[in-house]
């Protein structure tokens, strides 16, 4: 792999790195601790999120449609996705039931 493709990869995940920590303690210490949960969730979740975005280039389609499942998945048991229509949530859990089924890959 070329050296500056790869000296940009390393700064992207870099930055990501930085913002969630510095999200952890300008937001996170702040709140009392029974918010702290929710509130570490959200960061980990986001960073999670960017480092999917920024190297998808290192999964499948496969498997980033699994991580998609157990992301939203999470939001549907932490009651993020109170704003997605019924349908869509019903077909998700679907394909989490399906994956959950599923013997291993031989």
Not at 76 to 83: A, L, R, V
Request: proline content about 4%; hydrophobic content about 35%.
């Amino acid at each position: 792999m070329n050296q500056n493709v790869q000296g940009r990869r390393d700064d992207r995940f870099f930055q990501a790195t930085r913002a969630a920590l510095i999200d952890i303690e300008e937001r996170l210490t702040g709140l009392p601790l029974e918010d702290r949960y929710a509130g570490a969730y959200g960061v980990l979740r986001g960073y999670f999120e960017t480092l999917l975005t920024n190297f998808a280039e290192c999964f499948s389609p496969e498997q980033i449609g699994e991580i998609r499942i157990v992301l939203d998945q999470l939001d549907n048991i932490t009651g993020e996705n109170y704003d997605m229509p019924e349908a869509a949530r019903r077909k998700r859990d679907q394909l989490a039931q399906a994956l959950r089924e599923m013997e291993e890959p031989s």
